[in-house]
């Protein structure tokens, strides 16, 4: 299972001006019920950005909330996400 990037962008209105950040990251197409489950393919997508350096090694991620609507999903989904991220 793969998720996609649509064109569309979005700037996350915390990490527009610090220094390192992307000015936008692509909003994903999540599969949905397609046997991968949504906070995996979250942790996927953020794994990847972590590994492309699209975040600077001593930046933080967006919060829950900014990651809940870049994502368009529930806070609880993200935190799960962000879980498994730190194991």
């Known amino acids: 299972h793969e998720v996609t990037m649509t064109s569309a962008r979005r700037t996350p209105s915390s990490a527009a001006s ?21 906070w995996k393919q979250i942790e996927t997508t953020l794994a990847a950005e972590i590994r492309d350096r699209r975040y600077a090694a ?13 994502f ?13 991220l730190q194991q």
């Open 18 to 38: 610090a220094p390192g950040a992307f000015d936008a990251l692509a909003t994903p197409v999540l599969a949905r019920g397609q046997g991968l489950a949504v």
């Open 58 to 70: 001593d930046d933080r991620l967006p919060s829950e909330a900014e990651l809940a609507q870049r």
């Open 72 to 84: 368009r999903v529930n806070r609880h989904t993200v935190r799960q996400a962000l879980a498994a």
